[in-house]
Protein backbone atom coordinates (compact mmCIF):
# COMPACT_ATOMS: atom_id res chain seq x y z
CA UNK A 1 0.00 0.00 0.00
CA UNK A 2 1.17 3.25 -0.84
CA UNK A 3 0.23 6.71 0.42
CA UNK A 4 0.36 10.16 -0.88
CA UNK A 5 -0.15 13.68 0.80
CA UNK A 6 -2.57 16.22 -0.95
CA UNK A 7 -2.57 19.57 0.32
CA UNK A 8 -4.14 22.90 -0.71
CA UNK A 9 -7.83 20.99 -1.66
CA UNK A 10 -10.28 22.99 -1.72
CA UNK A 11 -12.81 22.96 1.51
CA UNK A 12 -15.53 20.62 -0.41
CA UNK A 13 -13.82 18.10 -2.01
CA UNK A 14 -15.21 14.67 -0.93
CA UNK A 15 -13.51 11.99 -0.52
CA UNK A 16 -15.29 10.18 -3.51
CA UNK A 17 -14.64 13.55 -5.87
CA UNK A 18 -10.39 12.35 -4.85
CA UNK A 19 -11.15 8.59 -5.75
CA UNK A 20 -12.21 9.89 -9.33
CA UNK A 21 -9.75 13.18 -9.77
CA UNK A 22 -6.42 10.60 -8.84
CA UNK A 23 -7.84 7.40 -10.35
CA UNK A 24 -6.82 8.81 -13.74
CA UNK A 25 -3.20 7.94 -12.63
CA UNK A 26 -4.66 4.42 -11.60
CA UNK A 27 -6.62 2.05 -8.88
CA UNK A 28 -7.71 4.29 -5.96
CA UNK A 29 -7.87 2.13 -2.67
CA UNK A 30 -8.74 4.50 -0.37
CA UNK A 31 -9.30 8.51 0.07
CA UNK A 32 -9.03 10.50 2.96
CA UNK A 33 -10.03 14.22 3.21
CA UNK A 34 -8.48 15.49 6.71
CA UNK A 35 -11.17 17.13 8.62
CA UNK A 36 -11.69 19.07 12.33
CA UNK A 37 -12.67 17.11 15.13
CA UNK A 38 -14.75 20.14 16.37
CA UNK A 39 -16.49 21.45 13.35
CA UNK A 40 -16.23 18.16 10.98
CA UNK A 41 -15.07 21.09 8.35
CA UNK A 42 -12.21 19.80 6.10
CA UNK A 43 -8.67 21.29 7.00
CA UNK A 44 -7.97 21.30 3.23
CA UNK A 45 -5.63 18.38 2.43
CA UNK A 46 -5.82 15.17 3.08
CA UNK A 47 -4.37 11.21 2.02
CA UNK A 48 -4.87 9.16 -1.42
CA UNK A 49 -3.88 5.35 -1.10
CA UNK A 50 -2.76 3.40 -3.83
CA UNK A 51 -2.06 -0.53 -4.30
CA UNK A 52 1.06 0.24 -5.22
CA UNK A 53 4.29 2.37 -5.37
CA UNK A 54 4.86 2.78 -9.15
CA UNK A 55 1.26 4.38 -9.31
CA UNK A 56 1.73 6.61 -6.41
CA UNK A 57 4.75 7.93 -7.99
CA UNK A 58 2.90 8.49 -11.32
CA UNK A 59 0.10 10.30 -8.96
CA UNK A 60 3.03 12.57 -7.58
CA UNK A 61 4.54 13.73 -11.07
CA UNK A 62 0.93 14.02 -12.69
CA UNK A 63 -0.98 15.70 -10.18
CA UNK A 64 1.58 17.75 -8.12
CA UNK A 65 0.53 21.78 -9.07
CA UNK A 66 -2.21 20.46 -11.31
CA UNK A 67 -5.51 22.43 -10.22
CA UNK A 68 -8.31 20.64 -8.30
CA UNK A 69 -11.41 23.73 -8.62
CA UNK A 70 -9.51 26.99 -8.53
CA UNK A 71 -6.14 25.64 -6.20
CA UNK A 72 -2.78 24.20 -7.38
CA UNK A 73 -2.92 20.58 -5.34
CA UNK A 74 0.45 19.72 -3.64
CA UNK A 75 0.82 16.29 -3.71
CA UNK A 76 3.59 14.43 -1.52
CA UNK A 77 5.18 11.08 -0.96
CA UNK A 78 3.09 11.10 2.66
CA UNK A 79 5.26 10.65 5.64
CA UNK A 80 4.40 8.60 8.54
CA UNK A 81 2.67 10.19 11.13
CA UNK A 82 4.46 11.68 14.35
CA UNK A 83 3.81 10.08 18.14
CA UNK A 84 2.48 12.59 20.10
CA UNK A 85 2.35 12.92 23.88
CA UNK A 86 -0.33 11.22 25.49
CA UNK A 87 -0.52 14.33 27.97
CA UNK A 88 -3.56 16.42 28.76
CA UNK A 89 -1.58 19.46 28.16
CA UNK A 90 -2.65 20.69 32.08
CA UNK A 91 0.38 21.61 34.09
CA UNK A 92 1.84 18.97 36.72
CA UNK A 93 1.65 21.78 39.92
CA UNK A 94 2.45 19.67 43.36
Given amino acids: MARV ?3 NLPFSTTEDEMVQFFSE ?3 VSRAT ?3 DKLTNRSRGFGFVEFDDDAT ?3 AI ?3 NGRP ?3 RPLKVA ?3 PQEQR ?3 GGGSSRR
Wanted: charged share 30%.
Fill in 85 to 87: DAG
Fill in 5 to 7: YVG
Fill in 25 to 27: AGP
Fill in 56 to 58: AQK
Fill in 68 to 70: LGD
Fill in 33 to 35: VIR
Fill in 61 to 63: QDF
Fill in 77 to 79: EAK
